[in-house]
T-cell receptor, first 115, second 114 residues
Framework: AQTVTQSQPEMSVQEAETVTLSCTYD???????LFWYKQPPSRQMILVIR??????QNATENRFSVNFQKAAKSFSLKISDSQLGDAAMYFC????????????FGGGTRLMVKP | ETGVTQTPRHLVMGMTNKKSLKCEQH?????MYWYKQSAKKPLELMFV???????ENNSVPSRFSPECPNSSHLFLHLHTLQPEDSALYLC?????????????FGSGTRLTVV
């Protein structure tokens, strides 16, 4: 079974600075998808960014980018120019091809942004 | 408007009560999911429905009973719950057969069992 591990329960960053959230996963599959979700206090999980494992190029969405290291099974999220609105829980998720549509989530990292 | 709407937003119920959680999506998706989110634990998948058919029951106790009358609506019927069932219950949807674009989530129902 796939597992997703987020080793940082909490992180903090100064406003306008850059922060990196870590995620590792365990799988025997070669083709899969990875996601980062943000859950603000409003509770709704919002998709931040996705990565297709067969693509070597790291995904980027505005201030959010990933460092995808397939051999190391690592998928970190970098947030540049952090804003107060970035404060939230961040969840890494894995979607393989052998488990239907199902996503497996990590335990989450709480990001605090200091003004 | 998130596209996935969950009601109620908050629910307090006694252990002998029967209540239902509702989820509705207007995205044209045909797969829907229930997740349980407890403090300090990863999200736990409970049920999966594809084209109204249940395709996954992740060893959920029978006091949780899902219902999917059509591809747009999903219910979670609750009866004789335990205090440890208190959690945030999240509904999500996706295009069936893929899910490669991830899920769209609702804002959840915060359930407290007293």
């Amino acid at each position: 079974a796939q597992t997703v591990t987020q080793s940082q329960p909490e992180m903090s960053v100064q406003e306008a600075e850059t922060v990196t959230l870590s995620c590792t996963y365990d799988t025997s599959e070669s083709d899969y998808y990875l996601f980062w979700y943000k859950q603000p206090p409003s509770r709704q999980m919002i998709l931040v960014i996705r990565q297709e494992a067969y693509k070597q190029q790291n995904a980027t969405e505005n201030r959010f980018s990933v460092n995808f290291q397939k051999a190391a099974k690592s998928f970190s999220l970098k947030i540049s120019d952090s804003q107060l609105g970035d404060a939230a829980m961040y969840f890494c998720a894995y979607r393989g091809n052998n488990a239907g549509n199902m996503l497996t989530f990590g335990g989450g990292t709480r990001l605090m942004v200091k003004p | 408007e998130t596209g996935v709407t969950q009601t109620p937003r908050h629910l307090v119920m006694g252990m002998t009560n029967k209540k239902s959680l509702k989820c509705e999506q207007h995205l044209g998706h045909n797969a829907m999911y229930w997740y349980k989110q407890s403090a300090k634990k990863p999200l736990e998948l409970m049920f999966v429905y594809n084209f109204k058919e249940q395709t996954e029951n992740n060893s959920v106790p029978s006091r949780f009973s899902p219902e999917c009358p059509n591809s747009s609506h999903l219910f979670l019927h609750l009866h004789t719950l335990q205090p440890e069932d208190s959690a945030l219950y999240l509904c999500a949807s996706s295009q069936s057969g893929t899910g490669v674009r991830g899920y769209t989530f609702g804002s959840g129902t915060r359930l407290t069992v007293v």
